[in-house]
């Protein structure tokens, strides 16, 4: 299979299908950010000024060449949509090692992940800001969707902005290839996982049943997804929080609360959205839609670029939280929510 997946890639290069990048040809190369899959590098292009993305991949084993193989596809079905990180190309800073030890070329995203953009810049985000980054969010699954991709992946460092526009990127490759090479936990990611996924106790078989990722898992990802972007926050508390504890608490039904001040439409959509029982979830498309409609009452409303000139760290809701209510009376909204601790398990 690898053999296989190896010659896809091959011939795709050859035939045009993907353009081949010399690697002496990048210039400024920098290291921005790494993990258990690879290395990410900034970089230049000849004489542009633009800056690109080279993504490595440290072990190319069979499986990881396969799902390259694969994610190569995902991205030439989907590039053409403006909300999902562009795939320019592949590279080798070895072009004679015949370990096939590619690099994606991509589209460099300026704003970072949403979390980091999001830390940096929320105090200066009023709500039609946030109504457009979770539209786009929205807007990008869906296309997803469309095309017959699951995500599989979602959250807050698997989607960048660039521009203040929110790009979506990696469709699940870094983890699948991190855990078939070095067998990985989720508890980075765990309040974006579907609680589906922890483990169904059957009680007449007594056997763990294996909940098998779905589109209803993606919007339940994009419901804490939306819920981050009207908070500024990591879901509880961060990730020193994330444990089995968290996990048995969520299966049993806990969710974020709502960000005081939240519009209480916002506040219906997510809700739906990470509903316990895939079911009663919404599709995409009915995601879109809602955030569409409450999105035109703001059309009227000046957008502002935002220009943080000190980063935000720390716990500053309180702060925050302040402000955006400030911003949101003089919005002229008056219906919000002040709801506390959430239980959505089969509501």
């Keep these: 299979m690898s053999s296989d997946s190896n010659n896809w890639i091959d011939n795709a290069i050859s035939e045009m299908h993907i353009k081949y990048f010399d690697y002496k040809h990048f210039r400024n190369i920098e290291e921005i950010g790494k993990g258990g899959f690879g290395k990410i590098y900034r970089a230049n292009w000849k004489n542009m000024e633009r800056h690109l993305v080279l993504k490595s991949l440290l072990d190319m084993n069979p499986i990881a060449v396969k799902e390259l193989a694969h994610e190569l596809k995902l991205h030439r079905d989907v590039d053409f949509h403006d909300n999902i990180i562009s795939f320019h190309g592949i590279t080798q800073e070895n072009p004679n090692d015949k370990s096939k030890n590619y690099l994606l070329v991509m589209e460099y995203a300026d704003g970072g992940t949403l979390q980091n953009y999001l830390e940096k810049n929320f105090f200066y985000l009023n709500w039609k800001h946030k ?72 009680n007449n078989e007594k056997k763990k049943q294996i909940y098998k990722l779905n ?27 994330y444990n089995l504890d ?69 716990d500053l809701s309180s702060l925050m939280n302040k402000f955006d209510q400030m911003k949101f009376e003089s919005d002229g909204s008056n219906d919000s929510t002040n709801i506390e601790t959430t239980n959505t398990d089969g509501v």
């Design 131 to 202: 109504y457009n980054m979770a539209s786009e969010l929205a807007s990008a699954v869906l296309c997803l969707h469309d095309e017959g991709i699951i995500h599989r992946d979602l959250h807050s460092c698997n989607v960048l902005v660039r521009n203040h526009s929110v790009k979506l990127a990696d469709f699940g490759l870094s983890r699948r290839i991190d855990e078939a090479s070095k067998g990985t936990g989720l508890f980075g990611v765990i309040p974006y996982i579907d609680p589906k996924r922890f483990g169904n106790i059957n």
């Design 215 to 241: 589109e209803k898992s993606d919007v339940y990802g994009i419901g804490v997804l939306l819920w981050v972007i009207s908070s500024g926050q990591q879901p509880f508390g961060g990730v020193n929080n």
């Design 246 to 314: 968290l996990i048995m608490e969520i299966s049993k039904g806990l969710r974020e609360t709502p960000i005081p001040h939240t519009p209480r439409e916002y506040v219906n959509i997510y809700t739906e959205c990470w509903n316990g029982v895939p079911e009663k979830r919404p599709t995409m498309q009915q995601v879109v839609a809602k955030l569409k409609t409450i999105r035109s009452t703001t059309d009227t409303m000046p957008i502002i670029t935002p220009m943080c000139t000190s980063p935000i760290h720390g």
